[in-house]
């Protein structure tokens, strides 16, 4: 499938998802939400498409994509939810279900998850469940999105006790990243996706990460080049590992680095106090200390990752919330076995795996980054 941008005369950038039959495209380029072609071929004529958003980023996009997909669908529904990670629930999920059902949706019923992070994920389960199963396409909104939580299946909604513990494996059956909209992203929701950035130069491409390095202060300022290279080579990178272990049973808990710990201080301070992204960017120094404390990864290395992330304004210091709050947060981790924390950590910068971790080398670097209040 060849795309053209008219705004740039060059073409759209496609980094494909191998998964047999559930494969499919990812669309990075400037424009996409006025581009019938860049939907085109999604659903037959007569099927009908549910725009899931949030009031901030419908109003700032939902009209071009209902133009555009009024090419192709016979009619098109827009359900704006509440917006940030708070109200990332079930019972949030329950109006995408109740919306549908009143519509008379069926199974060629469209869901398009116009949005950062939080509309892909919970979009993305009602999919899955609905009819138990149905089509959907992530349109995302955030740098976060377009680099990581767009690609991959991965879906659910948050618990009190646990980050994305309820959920399921659903592809979707096209991402279309549409550069443009990261202009009117605040500030903080972009340093934020710079973590997932980092993080995939960190466990993936320590080449990509020495470009992260030295093209940061681009990024911060938007630069259009940089932007788009970040989002493909991200994109290309998962979409690699995605097809090599789409269940996450293997390589694909890499891209978890940063997550253990920073998942702990979103559930720890109430979702949405820290984005994801900060908390991930935190979560990576602390797991790089860890790293270090292991054997894995020389003081060096662990050195510049922080600075890294600092450069990218991403926050250093952890919140208090106490040792054994975090360890008890921790627990509930997907990567933990028979009540085992088991981490991402590096074992050079570009390289990483998973290793069973014992409380008390956590506990440590815990304590040595003042978490106790």
């Not at 940061?216 to 998962?238: M, Q, S, T």
């Not at 940063?258 to 201080?265: R, V």
Request: glycine share 12%.
């Amino acid at each position: 499938m060849t795309f053209v941008d008219g705004r740039h005369d060059r073409p759209i950038r496609t980094v494909r998802v191998g998964l047999a039959d559930r494969g499919y495209d990812i669309l990075i380029g400037e424009g996409l939400l006025a581009r019938p072609d860049a939907f085109q071929g999604i659903a037959p004529g007569d099927a009908g498409a549910l725009i899931v958003t949030n009031a901030i980023v419908g109003g700032l996009h939902a009209g071009h994509l209902i133009a555009t997909l009024r090419h192709h669908h016979a009619a098109v529904e827009v359900l704006e939810l509440p917006d940030g990670e708070a109200h990332k629930t079930i019972g949030t999920l329950d109006r995408i279900f109740e919306t549908l059902l009143r519509l008379g949706a069926d199974r060629r019923t469209v869901l398009y998850a116009l949005g950062g992070g939080v509309i892909g994920d919970m979009t993305g389960f009602a999919a899955a469940c609905f009819m138990r199963g149905v089509p959907f396409v992530q349109v995302p909104t955030t740098l976060l999105a377009q680099v990581d939580s767009s690609v991959g299946g991965k879906t659910g909604v948050n618990h009190p006790l646990g980050k994305n513990m309820i959920g399921a494996f659903h592809q979707p059956r096209r991402v279309v990243a549409d550069l443009g909209t990261l202009a009117t992203l605040p500030s903080r929701e972009l340093v934020a996706g710079l973590a997932e950035v980092v993080k995939t130069g960190a466990v993936a491409d320590a080449a990509f990460l020495d470009w992260i390095e030295a093209e940061l202060p681009g990024l911060l300022r938007r630069d259009p080049d940089a932007l788009e290279h970040a989002v493909a080579r991200c994109c290309r990178i998962k979409a690699e590992i995605v097809r090599d272990d789409e269940r996450e049973s293997g390589r694909r808990a890499i891209l978890n680095f940063g997550h253990t710990i920073g998942h702990a201080i979103e559930a720890g301070t109430g979702y949405g106090t820290w984005l994801h992204g900060e908390a991930v960017g935190c979560g990576m120094v602390l797991e790089a200390a860890l790293s270090v404390q292991m054997g894995l990864l020389g003081d060096d290395q662990a050195g510049r990752l922080e600075r890294i992330v600092g450069a990218a304004s991403l926050p250093l210091r952890a919140p208090a919330l106490g040792v054994d709050r975090y360890l008890q947060l921790m627990r509930h981790d997907k990567k933990s076995q028979a009540g085992r924390l088991r981490m991402v950590l590096l074992e050079r910068l570009g390289q990483a795996a998973v290793y069973p971790i014992d409380d008390d080398a956590v506990a440590a670097v815990l304590r040595s980054a003042g978490v106790e209040a």
